[in-house]
């Protein structure tokens, strides 16, 4: 059974950093490909950073060059590096498969305070 596990959330105020881990159990992220997403209430799920098994990322326009998507296979563990937060970072973060997800993980909580 596979179980997603993220963490490393909290509160910090405009301009801080946070950096979130997604460890996995019943399933190997080496060669396959991992994203991030958050959801902010009200909101749809969307992604956010895209780690693609062959060593490629990606990320939308709205965080491009202020978060960072890495991997440590020996960890089975895969990261999300936030820097100048902003509020409108606020939202519930998750990690997944792409593109067949597993079951969704509890997320962490990201709060970004202006």
């Known amino acids: 059974q596979v179980q997603l596990v993220e963490s490393g959330g909290g509160l910090v105020q405009a301009g801080g950093s946070l950096r979130l881990s997604c460890a996995a159990s019943?399933?190997?992220?080496?060669?396959?490909?991992v994203a991030w997403y958050r959801q902010a209430p009200g909101n749809q799920r969307e992604w956010v950073a895209l780690?693609?098994?062959?060593?490629?990322?990606n990320y939308p326009d709205s965080v491009k060059g202020r978060f960072t998507i890495s991997r440590d296979n020996a960890e089975n563990t895969v990261y999300l590096q936030m820097n100048n937060l902003k509020p409108e970072d606020t939202a519930v973060y998750y990690c997944n498969l792409v593109p067949k997800p597993s079951s969704w993980g509890q997320g962490t909580q990201v709060t970004v305070s202006s």
């Open positions: 019943g399933i190997i992220f080496s060669g396959k490909t």
């Open positions: 780690s693609f098994r062959s060593g490629n990322t």
